[in-house]
């Protein structure tokens, strides 16, 4: 059984910085389409980095330029590095996963994942 932990979120101003982390377990060798995708207050949920079983890596254009989405394997733990967060950031973060994605964001891959954590809150003070 697959399982994703979240954790990293917090409370900061605008133009600062946070690190999102999500350790996985249960995915063994097998290689899987990973992402991150938040909930805003009033939206619906929306993929923001995702990284392909291939390595390729594709962003939400609200963020790209200052989200960057990585992996270590050693550790079992994807990231997500945000700087530069603005108050329209603020959501509930979600990491999750699937053995395929069909394709890239802003493709709504959101409906491939099979796997997804509980979620960790960032919320951005103007």
């Known amino acids: 059984q697959v399982e994703l932990v979240e954790s990293g979120g917090g409370s900061v101003q605008t133009g600062g910085s946070l690190r999102l982390s999500c350790v996985t377990s249960g995915t063994g060798h097998t290689t899987y389409c990973m992402g991150w995708f938040r909930q805003r207050p009033g939206h619906e949920r929306e993929g923001v980095a995702l990284?392909?079983?291939?390595?390729?890596?594709s962003y939400a254009e609200s963020v790209t330029g200052r989200f960057t989405i990585s992996q270590d394997d050693a550790k079992n733990t994807l990231y997500l590095q945000m700087n530069n967060l603005k108050p329209e950031d603020t959501a509930m973060y979600y990491c999750?996963?699937?053995?395929?994605?069909?394709?890239?964001?802003?493709?709504?891959?959101?409906?491939?994942?099979?796997?997804w954590g509980k979620g960790t809150l960032v919320t951005v003070s103007s």
């Open positions: 999750a996963a699937t053995l395929y994605c069909s394709g890239a964001l802003p493709t709504p891959v959101e409906r491939d994942m099979d796997y």
């Open positions: 990284i392909d079983s291939d390595t390729s890596i």
